[in-house]
């Protein structure tokens, strides 16, 4: 046993060990004995874990997921990373989801390697929507130029070698959505003009991350589908694209019958600002229907974060502050 102390109410690594080889659901509070592993540490909980079962192991990591979502002194990178290599599909499926915030650039290439190798096509899948963050980090200019093209090639492959229809294909085309070119262009208005309409709806998301104003006319469009699922994610993208022109329609869906929709129409009016923006958001939040009411609130805070005057604090000098000092 470690001699290491453990803070009052929190488990030690070996009593959370211990309910680890067990079939006991862990509490919350035994999870986070393996929160921050590293070392020795680490080294004792893998040779713990790797004994376990495929199906305890699969519903530990994605408890493990759900609670670093919660909680945010609970950081599994650690655990999630070596869930990559996992044996069992589903470990390795909650792994990629738990590293979904992780910045880290020496994640790309184990990201790459399950884009292009891995067998489970939700695991290809998700690998290549996390590969998206670092796409829009290198648009962002947080990448190196290396990286970036290591990442756009790495998209395109998965694109262009997957069948149209496969969720692969649609969260490449989602994740390339974010670098402006002609190339990428081409393939997200092949892409809204084709039948399959998953596809189109992934070409909709698409135009709203790509901050290509040359979409708005054929997101307009889209705020009138009759598919609540388009319609909100129509919303979603006329807000990113800052749409003015779409804040009539937009309005028309503060009445709409699916809350999703309605909800997704206001915060494309919190992104878009301007005085009938605000004007319709303040309408709804006088609504009689409370949901609707409760989420305008918080889509006129978000307003006005975006939109409103910034209030600096008045800074009073004194005399002795304006003269100008000895250099050291």
């Not at 609670?67 to 909650?94: C, Y």
């Not at 994610?233 to 309005?251: H, I």
């Not at 209030?311 to 009073?316: E, N």
Request: negative net charge; hydrophobic residues 45%; charged residues 30%.
């Amino acid at each position: 046993m470690s001699n290491e102390r453990t803070p009052v109410g929190r488990l030690s690594l070996d009593e959370a060990l211990a309910i680890l080889a067990t079939e006991e659901t862990p509490s919350p509070a035994c999870l986070k004995a393996f929160s921050d592993l590293s070392g020795e540490q680490l080294a004792r909980w893998r040779e713990v874990w790797f004994a376990l079962s495929p199906g305890r192991r699969a519903a530990l990591i994605e408890q493990m997921r759900e609670l670093a979502e919660e909680d945010i002194e609970a950081d599994f990178r650690a655990l999630f990373r070596i869930g990559l290599e996992d044996p069992d599909a589903r470990v390795r499926l909650a792994s990629v989801e738990g590293l979904y915030e992780e910045e880290h650039p020496d994640l790309i290439a184990p990201l790459i390697k399950l884009a292009h190798e891995d067998p489970d096509e939700l695991v290809r899948a998700a690998a290549v929507e996390l590969l998206g963050q670092f796409m829009y980090a290198g648009v962002l200019g947080r990448l190196s130029r290396e990286r970036h093209d290591q990442v756009y090639v790495a998209l395109m492959r998965a694109l262009l070698t997957s069948p149209g229809h496969s969720i692969v294909h649609r969260r490449a085309l989602e994740s390339l959505a974010y670098v402006t070119n002609e190339e990428v262009d081409l393939q997200i208005r092949q892409a809204y003009y084709a039948e399959d309409e998953l596809l189109r709806l992934s070409a909709i998301i698409a135009m709203g991350r790509s901050s290509n104003r040359a979409y708005c006319a054929l997101v307009r469009d889209e705020l009138r589908s009759v598919s609540p699922l388009v319609r909100r994610r129509a919303a979603e993208a006329a807000g990113q694209l800052e749409d003015e022109e779409a804040v009539p329609l937009l309005a028309e869906l503060l009445d709409d019958p699916s809350d999703e929709v309605r909800f997704a129409a206001m915060d494309a009016l919190a992104l878009i600002g301007g005085e009938e923006a605000e004007a319709q958001l303040m309408a709804a939040a006088a609504s009689d229907d409370e949901t609707t009411s409760e989420y305008a609130l918080k889509a006129l805070e978000e307003f006005d974060f975006w939109h409103g005057e910034i209030d600096f604090p008045l800074v009073i000098f004194d005399e002795e502050d304006l003269k100008p000092r000895p250099a050291d």
